[in-house]
């Protein structure tokens, strides 16, 4: 399966609002109470519906994390590629551009972004159901290929000198974990406003960024 396939499975479809408030409750549910710990019956109680309604989308408990993690995969992927793509920037103002956008992405879907980065190492070589292929091989390979983007950033701009990244593969895992650790500490609140929340991304990008660039002198 290609990378834009495995990534256009992340559900829900457009105008799907049953489905988007499963996954939303789901999601609360599992950031909260972790994936292990959480049930239908509570997924079901944090939608406020019978279980019923939930099993009317999802026939397991599993069924729901993958498309949680196939849809933090995907919108991180939308949000990102076009910078990592985008022509005329150097590679320092991309690095940064991208990381202000996956902050973004954290901060606005922050409950799906937690239980991907949280739960993705609990699911790599399992299946949803028993018998079936693994779906969630998809999901591993989706976050490869979004981490290439990064990498192939890094590397241009160790080719260009703008970067001291011996490794720049490691100095990619330096700069997500930077970025990702905000799905620990940082939480939505009612009084967020649209440009507090660009103002934290473009914060964290930036002390994020800081520690591969190059300084001479």
């Known amino acids: 399966m290609s990378e834009a396939t495995a990534i256009s499975q ?3 479809g457009p105008g799907d609002q049953g489905r988007s408030a499963v996954l939303d409750a ?3 549910t599992f950031a909260r109470r972790g994936y292990a710990g959480s049930s ?3 997924i079901a109680d944090e939608l ?3 279980k019923g309604r939930v099993y009317h989308y999802y026939r397991s408990k599993a069924r729901v994390l993958e498309d949680i993690l196939l849809l933090g995969a995907r919108t991180l992927h939308e949000a990102v590629a076009p910078v990592a793509s985008r022509p005329g920037l150097a590679p320092a ?3 940064e551009e991208m990381a202000v956008e996956h902050a973004l992405v954290l901060m606005r879907q922050n409950d799906v972004q937690a239980v991907t980065l949280h739960t993705i190492h609990l699911v790599t070589g399992r299946a949803s159901e028993p018998g079936e292929a693994n779906p969630f091989r998809y999901i591993v390979e989706a976050r490869d290929a979004y981490e290439e983007l990064w990498r192939t950033v890094m590397a241009d701009g160790v080719v260009a000198g703008a970067f001291a990244a011996p490794d720049p593969d490691l100095a990619v895992r330096a700069v997500l974990g930077a970025l990702n650790w ?3 500490w940082y939480r939505p609140s009612p009084h967020d406003t649209d440009d507090r929340t660009r103002r934290l991304a473009e914060g964290l990008a930036s002390y994020a960024v800081r520690g591969v660039l190059r300084h001479d002198g």
């Open 40 to 42: 239908m019956d509570d």
């Open 48 to 50: 406020g519906s019978t």
């Open 93 to 95: 103002a991309r690095l």
């Open 10 to 12: 992340g559900r829900p």
């Open 182 to 184: 905000s799905t620990v």
């Open 26 to 28: 789901a999601a609360k």
